[in-house]
């Protein structure tokens, strides 16, 4: 089977995902879970699976995706599969996995199933794979609004079904006598653990460029999404964390001074940084079609517009929103 070609790609708590839905996708018609997890998600589950040799122009994570397709995955049906690289998700999160070998448990029916692919000499790429897994954990985690307490192994699912008694510590890294996994990572789990925990702390930073992938065109990051919108210039748009576009002023509307504006209570202010104003309605002109911090001044004549000194002719700044 070729090398597959991604419906969409997106990124996720700075993971790069490449969505290939096997509900989409299922030329071979294996096996499907059925069950829902819509409004049931509980936690996050992760595995470790061994490293394989790739060709060329494609990843581990591609290339397990592949094999489920084919049918060579068995019965094994989890949501992502990461490596060094990137990471492709199999299963949309509303639908339940194949992974955590306790059946109607909460394992298989109740969390996302994460696939670390990895190996034991623990090199270079095995860690970059395992600093996308836990970041791509911890994106989720903040998505369904779970702590780090609902972070899980599979061998925790196989310690609930054998009846181990034990803290969520416990029985995430007890040994299993059925399989010990994630193999490569529970041997520091806490390790891991506090990993995941760092990136669901870090506070989010909304990013100012002219598209998500253009880096070196970032003019600024603010915990702010406000500062961030009024630092947004013309070309520019706001990325949250994801990369998703928040505002864009790549198409935004530009004015000409002395453009006739008409205001319903809306809020004028008596400078581009006031935090509180009045209330104003009625017909308006723009002093000179300038935007600063997201506002703009407007006076209340035509023959007023530019002329000096400002704070004669100026009747006040609005947002440029309420324009």
């Known amino acids: 089977m070729a090398i597959l070609k991604a419906d969409k790609t997106t990124n996720l708590g700075g993971v790069t995902v490449n969505e290939y839905l096997l509900t989409k ?28 040799t790739t060709a060329k122009g494609t990843t581990p994570a591609e290339q397990y995706t592949r094999a489920t397709v084919n049918g060579n995955m068995k019965d094994v049906r989890v ?28 394992g298989n029916r109740r969390t996302i199933a994460i696939e670390c692919i990895m190996s034991s000499a623990y ?21 369904y609004g779970l702590g780090i307490e609902c972070l899980f192994t599979h061998t925790h699912w196989l310690n609930v079904r054998d009846g181990v008694k034990g803290d969520v510590d416990t029985l995430n890294t007890k040994r299993n006598p059925y399989k010990y996994c994630p193999a490569y990572i529970l041997p520091h789990w806490a390790e891991f653990k506090a990993k995941v925990q760092a990136y669901l702390a870090d506070d989010e930073l909304y990013r100012v460029r002219k598209t998500w992938d253009d880096a070196k065109s970032q003019t600024g990051a603010f915990k702010s999404l406000d500062n961030a919108k009024k630092s947004c210039a013309t070309g520019y748009s706001v990325f949250d964390e994801d990369g998703k576009a ?20 809306v809020t004028l ?15 308006f002109y723009l002093y000179d079609g300038k935007v600063v911090n997201g506002r703009m001044r407007i006076t209340n004549s035509p023959n007023n517009c530019g002329n000096t000194p400002i ?3 100026v009747t006040g700044w609005v947002e440029k929103k309420d324009i």
């Open 246 to 265: 928040v505002h864009s002023n790549a198409t935004e509307k530009t004015y000409a001074r002395g453009t006739k504006v008409t205001l319903k209570d």
């Open 79 to 106: 949501h992502y599969y990461v490596d060094e690289t990137c990471a492709w998700q199999n299963l949309p999160h509303e639908l339940s996995g194949w992974h955590a070998a306790d059946g109607d448990g909460n």
């Open 123 to 143: 090199n270079a790429d095995d860690q970059k794979a395992e600093d996308n897994a836990a970041r791509l954990a911890a994106a989720l985690l903040k998505q």
């Open 269 to 283: 202010y008596a400078s581009s940084t006031a935090k509180t104003g009045v209330k104003r309605s009625g017909t």
């Open 25 to 52: 996708h299922n030329p071979n018609h294996i096996a499907m879970p059925s069950e829902s997890m819509e409004g049931k998600i509980i936690g996050v589950t992760i595995h470790n699976t061994s490293d394989i």
């Open 311 to 313: 704070g004669k002719y």
